[in-house]
């Protein structure tokens, strides 16, 4: 089975993003569930943190249509981006952490992807450039689905197999390190939850990130 890729920062919620990755190369198969464990225990902390259903994950998972589904997972990845940005753009002074209305309405107000952007701020926040284009990746199919109503019964990798920037949309969807393209799509197509499960596992990760880099913080802030 093709390897999942390793990302690792400085920063201490990115450090403690090593141990799933890790058991995942040395332990038994069994330690992969582990590891997938893992990353939905944090991602439902996330989704806990900012007011959603702690079983959105397996909720979106399930989702009917590829079109819905994406959807689903793109404003999920949004609100994980803005939550990331409302904790950055915070500031102290004389021990007092200072956030306003006006900082939210700033950060609501920003698109995902462009040049003054969601994706553009958290480039400069040093958050991988792998998850980063996870997330860009997804934005863009989404933007497919739903700008033309045609493609609402039309399955993911068929809508994927149908644009020009086909291969760079599998490789960011995938995250697989290594893989012969017409075999993956093959897979894809024979089983449509594959491509998901995918896109799942990338989209915790950045949940992961964006629960130790902002939400966990908030809530330590709310217990003081």
């Known amino acids: 089975m093709a ?8 920063t201490s919620a990115k450090r403690k993003a090593k141990t799933p ?16 464990g ?22 979106i998972l399930k989702t009917d249509s590829d079109w819905a589904f994406i959807l689903k997972v793109d404003a ?26 006006t900082l939210d309405e700033f950060v609501d107000s920003l698109p995902m992807a462009g040049r003054t952007s969601l994706l553009k701020l958290l480039d400069a926040a040093c958050l991988p450039s792998e998850e980063l284009a996870c997330v860009e990746t997804i934005r863009k199919v989404r933007n497919a689905y739903a700008h033309n109503i045609k493609f609402a019964d039309v399955s993911l990798i068929e809508l ?5 920037d086909k291969s760079q949309l599998i490789k960011h969807l995938s995250a697989i390190e290594t893989y012969d393209e017409a075999n993956l799509i093959a897979s894809y197509e024979k089983d449509p939850m594959f491509l998901r499960f995918c896109i799942i596992d990338s989209t915790m ?10 939400v966990k913080h908030g809530a330590r802030k709310t217990r003081i």
């Open 160 to 164: 994927v197999k149908q644009r020009k």
């Open 38 to 59: 893992i990353l939905l225990e944090e991602a439902q902390k996330f989704c806990e943190g900012v007011g959603l259903h702690k079983d959105l994950i397996g909720e």
């Open 21 to 36: 990755r890790s058991r995942v190369k040395k332990a038994p198969e069994t330690e992969e569930f582990d590891r997938f």
């Open 205 to 214: 990760r950045f949940l992961f990130y964006a629960y130790h880099m902002a």
């Open 76 to 101: 999920l990845l949004e609100s994980a981006a803005k939550e990331i940005l409302r904790h950055g753009l915070r500031f102290k002074i004389l021990n007092r952490v200072i956030q306003n209305e």
């Open 3 to 10: 390897n999942r890729r390793l990302n690792t920062t400085n």
